[in-house]
């Protein structure tokens, strides 16, 4: 896999739960030239920290990565313990999936001192990219303020303005950590928003992902693999996950958002009850009553993506990694 970002290169961190689907957006990332990766930070949610740490460290194995500084953060969320979904991910976080041990090592500062030092270091302003409980990206606003200065903006996989899957209304990042992503949607930084809405559709179709498997690539038999278990996972209740690109498609929406539908609506975080974890979305086009009736309290606005042109992200992500040639198959 050739990784070079191109001059004008986005400069990204990534902060991740590795996870099949962040094992693709990382190799996405990696190999796209409008995204320049600048550094990882961990957390826990798809798997334990620790298993995180290692997945994203074998994982720049794979994409042959130069040095990139990978840290751990937050082992659990702000208020409650950790629950991990090894139900979707397996134990290890990457399903059937097995990588060679690696001889990178994860940064001895944690990632939110990482994630403070390479933005306040980078000439241009840095995107933050979200795909994991946004426990970290809380933390690092909380404890440094200071950053939002030199923030671009923070492009987030979570929520939904329809279905849930962690409970019937809420996705399993947000409701892993409601309390942090309540703090980010409320940092004043620009949010942009790629959740259930769009991830559930972008799928490559099971031949391809056998296909890539075939091939002798290492990169290639690793994204067919990864899809591979989002495809085993394809029956039943689970049909939704068929072959989903998953996170990937938040990168996606980085260098092509001209593929999605997204509208710029107020956003925020149901903290209490059965919705706990659940992205409330006002889609109106009519003030209600309670906005008439001067009952209503300031919602924060946040971009969400709302539709996406699947064929065009298919082609996008396996184009980037070299891999187009399997949608011939
Ligand atoms: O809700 C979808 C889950 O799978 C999230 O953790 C997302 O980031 C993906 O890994
Ligand atoms: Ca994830």
Same mark, same amino acid.
């Given at each position: 896999m050739?990784?070079?970002?191109?001059?004008?290169?986005?400069?990204?961190?990534l902060?991740v739960?590795?996870?099949v689907?962040?094992?693709?957006a990382?190799?996405?990332?990696?190999?796209h030239?409008?995204?320049n990766?600048?550094?990882i930070?961990?957390?826990?949610?798809?798997a334990?920290?620790e298993?995180?740490?290692?997945?994203?460290?074998?994982?720049?194995?794979?994409? &042959?990565?130069?040095?990139?500084?990978v840290a751990a953060?937050?082992r659990?969320?702000l208020?409650?313990?950790?629950?991990?979904?090894a139900?979707?991910h397996?134990?290890?976080?990457?399903?059937?999936?097995?990588?060679?041990?690696t001889?990178?090592?994860?940064?001895t500062?944690?990632?939110?001192?990482?994630?403070?030092?390479?933005?306040?270091?980078?000439?241009h302003?840095?995107?933050?990219v979200?795909?994991?409980?946004q426990t970290?990206l809380?933390?690092l606003l909380?404890?440094?303020?200071?950053?939002?200065?030199?923030?671009?903006?923070i492009?987030?996989?979570?929520?939904s303005?329809?279905?849930?899957?962690?409970?019937?209304?809420?996705?399993f990042?947000?409701w892993? &950590?409601p309390?942090?992503?309540a703090?980010?949607? #409320?940092?004043g930084?620009?949010?942009?928003?790629?959740?259930? #809405?769009?991830?559930?559709q972008v799928?490559i179709?099971?031949r391809?992902?056998?296909?890539?498997v075939?091939s002798?690539s290492?990169?290639?038999q690793?994204v067919?693999?990864l899809?591979?278990?989002?495809?085993?996972l *394809?029956? *039943?209740?689970n049909?939704?996950?068929m072959?989903?690109i998953?996170d990937?498609?938040?990168l996606?929406a980085?260098?092509?958002?001209?593929?999605l539908?997204?509208?710029?609506l107020?956003?925020?975080?149901?903290?209490a009850?059965?919705g706990r974890?659940q992205?409330l979305v &006002?889609?109106?086009?009519?003030?209600?009553?309670?906005?008439?009736?001067?009952l209503?309290?300031?919602?924060?606005?946040a971009?969400?993506?709302l539709d996406? &042109?699947?064929?065009r992200?298919?082609?996008?992500?396996l184009?980037?990694?070299?891999?187009?040639?399997?949608?011939?198959?």
């Amino acid at each position: 896999m050739t990784i070079s970002a191109a001059p004008e290169a986005i400069p990204v961190i990534l902060d991740v739960d590795t996870g099949v689907d962040d094992a693709l957006a990382i190799l996405f990332a990696l190999a796209h030239p409008g995204i320049n990766v600048i550094g990882i930070s961990c957390v826990a949610g798809n798997a334990s920290l620790e298993r995180v740490v290692e997945n994203t460290l074998r994982i720049l194995d794979v994409a &042959d990565a130069p040095y990139i500084p990978v840290a751990a953060g937050a082992r659990r969320p702000l208020l409650e313990p950790a629950r991990s979904a090894a139900h979707v991910h397996g134990e290890s976080g990457l399903g059937t999936l097995r990588l060679p041990p690696t001889d990178r090592q994860a940064e001895t500062i944690s990632s939110i001192e990482l994630m403070h030092k390479l933005i306040l270091a980078s000439p241009h302003p840095v995107t933050l990219v979200g795909l994991a409980p946004q426990t970290n990206l809380a933390l690092l606003l909380r404890q440094y303020p200071d950053v939002v200065n030199n923030i671009e903006r923070i492009v987030f996989m979570g929520g939904s303005t329809t279905v849930g899957n962690a409970t019937a209304v809420a996705e399993f990042n947000v409701w892993h &950590d409601p309390e942090a992503a309540a703090i980010v949607l #409320d940092s004043g930084v620009p949010t942009f928003m790629y959740g259930l #809405d769009v991830f559930n559709q972008v799928s490559i179709p099971e031949r391809v992902a056998a296909a890539l498997v075939q091939s002798d690539s290492n990169v290639s038999q690793v994204v067919g693999r990864l899809l591979g278990n989002r495809i085993a996972l *394809g029956s *039943g209740r689970n049909a939704e996950y068929m072959g989903l690109i998953g996170d990937a498609g938040a990168l996606c929406a980085l260098v092509d958002p001209g593929a999605l539908t997204i509208e710029m609506l107020p956003l925020r975080v149901q903290l209490a009850g059965y919705g706990r974890g659940q992205t409330l979305v &006002d889609k109106r086009i009519h003030p209600g009553e309670d906005i008439v009736h001067g009952l209503a309290t300031e919602w924060e606005a946040a971009e969400v993506a709302l539709d996406v &042109d699947v064929d065009r992200y298919v082609r996008l992500f396996l184009n980037t990694l070299g891999l187009g040639s399997a949608l011939q198959q």
